[in-house]
Nanobody, 124 residues
Framework: QVQLVESGGGLVQAGDSLTLSCAAS????????MGWFRQAPGKEREVVTG????????DYVDSVKGRFTISRDNTKNTIYLQMNSLKPEDTAVYYC?????????????????WGQGTQVTVSS
């Protein structure tokens, strides 16, 4: 079955960096776009970034542009989220998700499977 397992979350200070990983299994990884979403306490889940199946196309929401970088290694069935210059407002549970298409999407309904999430907490 499809499994998405996130790792790398933690407690950091504002301005620090953190790299999240998401190991995928149970499907043809190289045929699916992938995305990172996040959900802060009391807020709805929101898209952060997405990457096309071969990694050539990426998309970022404005709040993380220039600070976050998504990448993927299709030989390891893994995607990454490099987060730099972290801010307290980046505090959330971060989820990776498998898209039902080959290009990144900002729509949750375009994602078929989700990981369990990893907590990122940024202190001021």
């Amino acid at each position: 079955q499809v499994q998405l397992v996130e790792s790398g979350g933690g407690l950091v200070q504002a301005g620090d960096s953190l790299t999240l990983s998401c190991a995928a299994s149970g499907f043809d990884f190289e045929y699916s776009a992938m995305g990172w979403f996040r959900q802060a306490p009391g807020k709805e889940r929101e898209v952060v970034t997405g990457v096309s199946r071969l990694g050539s196309i990426t998309d970022y929401v404005d709040s993380v542009k220039g600070r976050f970088t998504i990448s993927r290694d299709n030989t390891k069935n893994t995607i990454y989220l490099q987060m730099n210059s972290l801010k307290p407002e980046d505090t959330a549970v971060y989820y990776c998700a498998r898209a039902t298409k080959s290009s990144p999407s900002r729509l949750p309904q375009d994602y078929a499977q989700w990981g369990q999430g990893t907590q990122v907490t940024v202190s001021s």
